[in-house]
């Protein structure tokens, strides 16, 4: 069975901080992984998604990398403002044939950015 | 384009009444997939609709049932509630497959059970 952890499960930086957030998972057997905000009251926004052929995916001042092998992603966030300060969760697909999927999601990292 | 809309957004009922919530995709997009969030098991994966076909199904009981309609709208139906199953529903479209494409989800339907 997977299991997808996030730590640390709260974080607060001040502004302009570079940061990493980070998720493991304890199969490696995955077909992709995505990163989603959740602002407190919404649903989730999809961030990245990296297949497992991939090591990484940018998107603006982030930044996700992924290595199977170990069992670790992380999502860097550079240069981090006021309007970053949501929780972040990271998911995880593993498939199993066909159209079969199978998504595991982290609790998430609450993150507050302090201007 | 207009996002994910699921109605409606706040719901209270009492246990052993049923339920049901409503999704509506993205324009285009055939994959419904949903969710339950509660801050102890975090965010679970309910089922997923694809051209009205349900295609994968996570770990819950048959209480919950869903459809999809031939406009690629959803419904969630929760049976005989029990306090338990008070939680945030998300849903969440996807262009191709919920695995295999970005998901975009709506704010999500609050239920509350008393």
């Known amino acids: 069975k997977q299991e997808v952890t996030q730590i640390p499960a709260a974080l607060s930086v001040p502004e302009g901080e570079n940061l990493v957030l980070n998720c493991s998972f304890t199969d490696s057997a995955i077909y992709n992984l995505q990163w989603f905000r959740q602002d407190p009251g919404k649903g989730l926004t999809s961030l990245l998604l990296i297949q497992s052929s991939q090591r990484e995916q940018t998107s603006g001042r982030l930044n996700a990398s992924l290595d199977k092998s170990s069992g670790r992603s992380t999502l860097y966030i550079a240069a981090s403002q006021p309007g970053d300060s949501a929780t972040y969760l990271c998911a995880v697909n593993r498939a199993s044939g066909g159209s079969n999927y199978k998504l595991t999601f982290g609790k998430g990292t609450l993150l507050t950015v302090n201007p | 384009k207009a996002g994910v809309t699921q109605t409606p957004r706040y719901l209270i009922k009492t246990r052993g009444q049923q339920v049901t919530l409503s999704c509506s995709p993205i324009?285009?997009?055939?994959?419904v997939s949903w969710y339950q969030q509660t801050p102890g098991q975090g965010l679970q994966f309910l089922f997923e609709y694809f051209s009205e076909t349900q295609r994968n199904k996570g770990n819950f009981p048959g209480r919950f049932s869903g459809r999809q309609f031939s406009n690629s709208r959803s419904e969630m139906n929760v049976s005989t509630l029990e306090l338990g199953d008070s939680a945030l529903y998300l849903c969440?479209?996807?262009?191709?497959?919920?695995?295999?494409?970005?998901?975009?989800f709506g704010n999500g339907t609050r239920l509350t059970v008393t």
């Open positions: 969440a479209s996807s262009l191709l497959s919920y695995g295999n494409s970005p998901l975009h």
């Open positions: 324009s285009g997009h055939r994959s």
